[in-house]
């Protein structure tokens, strides 16, 4: 999940090594399979090691503690422009070594996500409108809509995977109907969002490369011809506006198309995390479940305990700008800073009981969105959407129960959500 609108686009160095001067393998902890099933144990014990390390042998610096992502993630100094990470994609030894590698990365960074100051602001302007308290009221009907076709192609008594039946198709129909995209295009979107996704790892094999870059390249043509046979529309929507800011110039054709991919490919992950993690919380912690079924008015608060206790990324990205100070570390300029969501968010030092659900948690100071100039733009819509989506279900279902043993996507190393969610289910009476 994420912020503007997350695919993180944490770039690789040009060579990871194994470990830093403290002993600490940080890659091999990051990919192991263990840690993407559960993270919380190892964050744990990494965070009580201190809220700042340092990775000597690539020059990163990881935050797991509240007090310090809070500094980082909201301080001009602290920008998301991977160009200027030293070192990075950006830079001629990368550039040799990796040639599709910097090709993607290229064509990916033209966004708001990866910019800074007032180019950021300038292409962020553009979509505002279209999140705002006003224009999310108008999305209520849809939402609805979209949530009561999908529960009503779903058993009224008997067993769904919950992530293919409900919580992934919601929002991929919901971002569709907002850039009125067809339906029969609904398969092909996900495989592009599938294969973008990834660029959010800081790992990425050659095979993966090629597959973003050619996804890429597919998406925006798709768009490129959506954006020319919309041109003489008067359209109200995420579209229009992307229309008439190429129009009169406000954003380029490049920044247009990958501002437009970026927003389908994170509105649509961020949410589907979101209602995919958020239940499978809530069948682990069935007093609070039986807590939210009895006052619906814990619902906004539930959703932010969710985005806290099961963060729908793993990393989120800042590069120096200039020389910056945390927790008594000095991070210099152009240095990447990579903040472990999963502990900024559990950190004991800034939530009581942190590994323990509570759907009324007063004053939760999360940092799923990000933080600061690139907090997530597309925020009210995932929590609208969540609302509505958990609202909606347990109002059918009197009773929710996990069928088998949830899958977490492996696939992938930022993007934290399940692949499959069994539940067995019995509709109210």
Known sequence: MAEDCPTEGTEPITDIQAKDGSGIDW?????????????????HRLQELGPVHFDSSNG??????????????????????????AGGWNSDDYRQYDPVGFKLFSEFQPQMINSDGEEHRRMRKVYEPAFRAQAMSRM???????????????????????????????????????????????????????????????????????????????FKDFLRGQLK????????????????????????????????????VAGHETTVTLIGNGMLLLLRHRQELARLRGDGSLMRTAIEEFLRMEPGGNMILRVAREDFEVEGTMIPKGAPVIGLIGAINRDPARFERPDELDVGRPANAQFTFGGGAHFCIGAPLARLEAQIAFSS??????????????EWRLDRMNA??????????????
């Not at 992502?69 to 001009?76: I, L």
């Not at 067809?182 to 592009?192: A, C, N, Q």
């Not at 110039?249 to 198309?257: C, Q, S, V, Y």
């Open 27 to 43: 890659w091999s902890i990051l990919s192991d399979r263990d840690f993407l099933k559960n993270p919380y144990p190892e964050l």
């Open 60 to 85: 990163i610096y990881f935050i797991l503690g509240h007090k310090a992502f809070a500094r980082v993630s909201k301080s001009s100094a602290m920008g998301r422009d991977t160009r200027n990470w």
């Open 140 to 218: 209520v009907p849809l939402i609805e809509e979209q949530a009561t076709r999908l529960l009503a192609a779903m058993p009224d008594n008997g067993e769904v995977d919950f992530i293919d039946a409900f919580a992934a198709p919601l929002p991929l129909r919901v971002l569709c109907e907002l850039f009125d995209v067809p339906e029969s295009l609904d398969e092909t979107i996900s495989r592009w969002s599938a294969s973008l996704i990834r660029i959010g790892d800081i790992l990425m094999t050659p095979e993966q490369k090629l597959e973003a870059q050619e996804a890429l390249a597919e």
């Open 229 to 264: 046979e919309r041109e003489g529309r008067s359209q109200d929507n995420l579209m229009g506006l992307a229309i008439q800011a190429h129009k009169d110039g406000t954003l380029d054709e490049e920044e247009t198309l990958t501002n437009l991919v970026s927003m389908l």
């Open 393 to 406: 279900v347990l109002e059918k279902y009197a009773h929710i129960e996990l069928a088998g043993e949830p």
């Open 416 to 429: 934290r959500g399940l692949g499959h969610l069994p539940l067995r289910l019995r509709k109210a009476a």
